[in-house]
């Protein structure tokens, strides 16, 4: 899913996307490795790794030129830095804890939750229309 998201998001900021010898994208790459290394790293120690948590599969980092000041993470480790970030960003320091962040997302697995999530709630409504054929519930779960 991570895989198609990350080429979804390829197409569309296509013509913004910083080239990998760019002086943010070689930061960004840096920084992020480190991180992706000591996560690694910790992962094994603590014994999360698992078939199923892909952290030891390589990151990918793409930076797009924007004014949003953001950063995100897609499951596969597809990290992708927004140019934004850097007028809060003054130093590798403060761009490490921001990468350090998305990169526990992927380990902590946040996106397969949201996924489980969905999942549970759609259940959970389609069984409030069978107990409240008037839809009063199934609304009610609908905005939480």
Not at 81 to 108: I, M, P, Q, R, W
Not at 109 to 117: D, K, M, N
Not at 139 to 144: P, Y
Request: some cysteine.
């Amino acid at each position: 899913m991570g895989h198609d998201q990350y080429k979804q998001l390829l197409q569309q900021y296509k013509g913004d996307i910083l080239p990998k010898d760019h002086r943010a994208s070689v930061t960004v790459q840096r920084v992020g490795s480190r991180i992706a290394a000591a996560a690694q790293k910790c992962s094994k120690e603590w014994g999360v790794q698992s078939s199923n948590n892909k952290i030891g599969s390589p990151f990918t980092y793409t930076v797009v030129r924007s004014d949003d000041a953001n950063a995100f993470v897609l499951p596969g480790n597809h990290v992708f830095v927004l140019t934004g970030l850097f007028k809060y960003c003054h130093d590798e320091d403060e761009l490490a804890s921001v990468l350090g962040h998305e990169t526990a997302h992927n380990l902590a697995r946040h996106a397969g939750e949201r996924v489980s999530e969905n999942i549970l709630m759609t259940i959970i409504k389609r069984l409030a229309l069978v107990l409240d054929p008037s839809g009063i519930l199934f609304a009610f779960l609908s905005e939480i």
